[in-house]
């Protein structure tokens, strides 16, 4: 009897790089920070532009804090921890914490700002139902990461949402990929490496929410989280630590 071939995972292909300006599109302030602010911190080193755009403001994501008090300070940690990896523009929408709808109004709203900003590459969060297995996704990640796929190509059509340009944004049909960080089924990959300390650091700036979340010390909590989603990458991407996205084209 003779033994089946063990199937070899497929390996993670090299993010592109021939790009300049980036726009990440996500739902809450900390999205960021735990999927992908180390390939941030790489690529605003190399000269790149990065943009953020939240959709809201985190306002129902502290249970012991009132939304009133808890969307301000959310957004100051934001803020503080887009600067960390060199991001200086950081942009809310002001949809509502928890109840985002998808929908056309959401998807103009991301369509404007990849029309403002001319992103190249455009990130988002996992918009499928689960993270893979049975752990349920949010209805605010996937409404935002749907919504972003969608508003890719609204953005270049000037008979999709023509208000917006009324508004003077012109139609933008330079999106070459969406990059979808947090899949379970992930197609490429940045090193970690090189902006592992400061994605650290950019997370633990979401201190007033970490506190919220765990008892864990928070430093300790951060680098244990990011350290171990680096390394589940690096058996596909020739054992480097590895931020992760599934890249869709268009």
Known sequence: MTSEPT???QQLRPMPTDWQRALAVVAHPDDLEYGCAGAVAGWTDGGREVAYLLATRGEAGIDG?????????REREQRASAAVVGVTTVEFLDHRDGVIEYGTALRRDIAAAIRKHRPELVITLNHRDTWGGVTWNTPDHRAVGRATLDAAGDAGNRWIFPELAERGLAPWDGVRWVAVAGSS??????????GMERSVQSLLEHRAYIEGLTDEDPETYCRTFLGQNAQRSAERFGGKPAVAFELFSR
């Not at 804090?65 to 300070?73: A, M, W, Y």
């Not at 992930?186 to 090193?191: E, I, L, N, S």
């Open 7 to 9: 199937q070899q995972p």
């Open 185 to 194: 089924t992930p197609t490429h990959a940045v090193d970690a490496t090189p």
């Open 65 to 73: 804090l009132e939304p009133d008090t808890c969307g301000p300070l």
